[in-house]
């Protein structure tokens, strides 16, 4: 399925691409503490701004008296839902769902912000003013247990918004799901004929387990800090300056009515937003407050306010697993309670997203997946990150399942029920899968065993667990690339700001590949209106944008070639120069050649039949010269396809565990992952990123989950010390092996891995192989022996 | 009395707005700004250099009036605030610099190196000493920036991540963070790096499990975790050559 359109796209002789430790463009500055991010700013007399936070899970504020908090000294300005500045703000930021005033008096999850914002010399006089305010709240039935809240007599927690799920919509010409009732929205999809597949099972197996939620929990705080300026650079008029409002710069100036070219974000450090673009009303408000009081204003989220996201949603799964005596499935009904979230909540990760997910890598035709989609006044899902994204936990317990019912190696159930290259009905997996799952039992010494059938020397149970999946990767973005030649340098201007993903990095790499030159030979030059941005996916964004750049630098490459043999030719003319200039270079030995007789490499221009004969690029032309190229690769096959029935790079990854039987501990022995990431770029960063997603996986399964009291629907462990994220000290080793099969659809048939390490259900499977029952998630000591009837 | 001031007292505004422009962007260009390891170093100094010795605005924390002294400023806030805190002034050892920093009593060493100093290394992130983020080391101990009172910081020595960046001893460290990528958003590196520093001065050599200890109050939500024990090592390593 190799996919690789475009120039040198076979490539063979790599001198830049796939080196490691080399340094990002910004790490010396993120390192050494100067790189700024948004809430680090602090401008001249700025002041600082808070919203009031609901202390209910679900309320409507019925008045509030500002007067005492405006009298107090320090507060400069304070706003209310009802404030005709409020009522006219229009966010046109990323949202979900049904539409919804900027801010309004309701609050759907405690700690929300509600109705009031403060604006004051200090953040401590602005909550002192919050505490001042006379708020009449209206307290309102609340749903933090999804169970209770899709009961036909619960309340209707958000009559306002009877929307159905945006990214769980059924495909054109499939039934539509059914209207919202009550709290519950639905999103099925129904494929074959499931009656019929049951009926040529010769076993059925059946599983019901929780999910947790999982915290986004981006490491730097949302907020932002604008003001507002006569910046002659900018031109004339004033200018918004805003910092922290992450890469939406765009929105902000449509927000304000301002032209994008006088919206200025300078900063270049967006922090851990990963596939969170939403931006937090303390991202969206600074313009409007330094407008109204003519000074800087900084509004930034405190950490326990930030824990209203997360990027995977509690989810309770029914599934049920028909299959023939030899593993192969017969028919799948997969039927789960997912929570909707607060108001503008994302639907990503539902199932009508299946198109990318697991269930079309299977041969089985005859599967069933609906999905209730349950209200609640827990959190806000902005978008699912890199963790757990097209629920591919069912197709890993499904494979589980049947492997412990015939005691058949999960490996040899996956590759008996994984379809081929191009449909369900080819036969045999692909060969990135072989070569994933190869490698794979080497790096594992894989022996697969049944469950409760393995003791440790130190007397602890061993389980192991395995999962493929497919590289569902985006690849649909374009991209606006453009190089610069001048004064004997390549630039490459890229648009910040960037986050952690290092995507700019493989892009001068690519460049300086093609253009036979070093990887710090690329001059990155950031600024905030340059048109490229890697941005796209992930490290989909990194190998389709580097595709581009590709294209880009070969058209530099021409353009400096017959440069190079202009300068040759027109020399004479060329010393014609202004007596005070230097004197121009000598012109290399290009005279009468043609610019496929040339070449460049190690940073010279040199004569292919003769290479003797070259000449430092710096030397080769005194022109400055522009190359640009807006596109995209072809689209990964996948989507062409329809339906996702067409795979190519695929990915394994491995755990082991080992389980205290008498104090319910789990400690993760090693987690291995083969990923296939057609060609891999810049593997120091691909690595580090696998390792994310096994760290995310460890965590979701392991330790974390929101707690709330279900009388007041109060979040319990809103903040780093009672919500546990794993350290250092809890993280197991992972091995990596890195195969390229050049399948993939970017740069040299690179294929983005970053939609593709979901790992959910991994090591909890792993302890069912160890010690024979089911522990929900996250499988702390106590759930473990409980689930062992020690508890 | 003047009804604006500059929450850093001494900078002026066309200064602050040139020493943002350095320290955010780098060297500014009708094509975009390049980074480079030069120009961070460079970056570093000038924050150093920027830091304020002395007081000269003594702005009130509740109006904004700025006065002439902190005497004045003291009468002012008793007089028309009589329910506010009373501002003060400690002196603090910066990264080898005596600072002098007007203060409330409740404010935090992390509050103060932002809003007074202009030192950004040191990251708001847990908020109540989880996470690493806010590192510092205060005689020669890692401590949490965000849960020290900037009021018992007094006559001790502080270094931030500014000031290991600038000292060239620790160039191999930063490089090695740089190389091994232990970083990926960024946020908590500078954390991780005065950790580390802090782990290096009281071992210079030690094992993987010593580091993983070592680091364990620094969290990363980007995964990094097996990079620094890598980066330490191998910076570990060549900073014994150089001896």
Known sequence: MADLAGINGLRENFKVVGQRNLPGVLSHALATGVAKFGIDYVRPDMLHAKFLHSPYANARVLSVDTTKARSMPGVVDILTWEDEDIVNLVSYAEHWGAPRPWLDNIADQEGAEVAVIVVAESEDICEEALRQLQVEWEMLPHVVDLHEGKKTDAFVIRPQDRSTPAFGAPAPGALPNPPKQGNVAYSNVIQGDIEEGFKQADHIVQYDMYMPAFASLIPNPPGSVAWW???????????????????????????????????????????????????????EITPLLAKRTGRPVRCVMTREETFDSVIMKQRYMYLKVGFT???????????????????????????????????????????????????????????????TPFNWDIVTLALYMISEKLGMDPIEVARLNLHGPSSKDDINPVPSFEACVAAGKTMMDWNWHLSGTKKLPDGRMHGMSFRYQMCPRHSVSGYKCRLEFRDGAVHMPTQGPVFGAYMVEPNAMVAAEELGLTYEDIKVDFHYAAKFSPVGGGSDGSTASAWAMKECANS????????????????????????????????????????????????????????????????ATNRDLVATYSGRPPLAAWLV???????????????????????????????????????????????????????????????????????????????????????????????????????GNGAYGASGISHSMANTHLVITAIHNAVGVWVDPPATPDKVLAALGKA | MLNTGFIIPGFKEENMSKVNLQINTGRRHDSGFSFSQDKSMAQVAEAIRSMPAN??????????????????????????????????????????????????PHWTLKRALQFRLGLTGAKHMCDRGVCGSCTVIMDGRAVLACTTLVSECEGKCITTIEGIAADPKWKPLVDAYCRWDAMQCGYCTPGFLVSAKAILDKNPHPTEQEIREGLAGNICICGTYPRHAAAILEAAAKMAKEV
């Open chain 1, 556 to 619: 530099l490459k021409k353009q400096i070639l017959e440069a190079a043999i202009e300068y040759a030719e027109s020399w004479p003319q060329m010393m014609m120069t202004p007596l005070n200039d230097p004197p121009p270079p000598e012109p290399g030995p290009f005279k009468g050649l043609r610019p496929d007789e040339l070449d460049i490499t190690d940073g010279k221009i040199y004569v292919k039949a003769d290479p003797e004969k070259s000449v430092p690029l710096a030397q």
């Open chain 2, 55 to 104: 007081v000269t605005d003594f702005r009130c924390p509740t109006c904004g009036n700025i006065y002439a002294s902190l005497a004045e400023l003291r009468f002012h806030c008793k007089k028309a605030h009589t329910d506010s805190v009373l501002p003060e002034t400690v002196i603090l050892l910066i990264n080898g610099m005596n600072c002098e920093v007007l203060i409330e």
């Open chain 1, 641 to 743: 396809g329809g339906c996702g029935n067409i795979l190519d790079t695929m990915n394994a990854v491995f755990c082991e565990v080992a389980v205290d039987t008498d104090t319910g501990d789990v400690e993760i022995l090693r987690f291995g992952a083969v990923v296939d990431p057609g060609k891999a770029l810049r593997p120091t960063s691909l690595e580090s990123q696998i390792d994310q997603v096994m760290f995310f996986s460890q965590g979701s399964q392991l330790l974390e989950d929101f707690v709330f009291d279900q009388r007041t629907g109060v979040k319990l462990n809103s903040n780093m010390i009672d919500y546990k994220k794993p350290t250092m000290l809890d993280v197991p080793v992972v091995e990596h092996a890195l195969l390229e099969t050049r399948s």
């Open chain 1, 325 to 387: 005596k030899e593993g192969l499935i017969t028919a799948i009904d997969d039927f789960s309670v997912s929570d909707g979230g607060i108001w503008g909540s994302s639907t990503f990760g539902h199932v009508g997203d299946q198109k990318q997910g697991p269930y079309n890598t299977l041969k089985c035709k005859n599967i069933s997946q609906r999905m209730e989609i349950v209200d609640s006044n827990r959190y806000k899902m902005w978008v699912s990150g890199q963790h």
């Open chain 1, 229 to 283: 300026s006569n910046d002659f650079y900018h031109g004339e008029g004033k200018t918004l300056h805003i910092e922290g409002a992450v890469r939406e710069r765009l929105p902000i100036a449509r927000m304000y009515d301002m032209p994008l070219e006088k919206t200025v974000q300078e900063g270049l450090f967006m922090g851990g937003r990963y596939c969170d673009w939403g931006l937090r009303r303390s991202q």
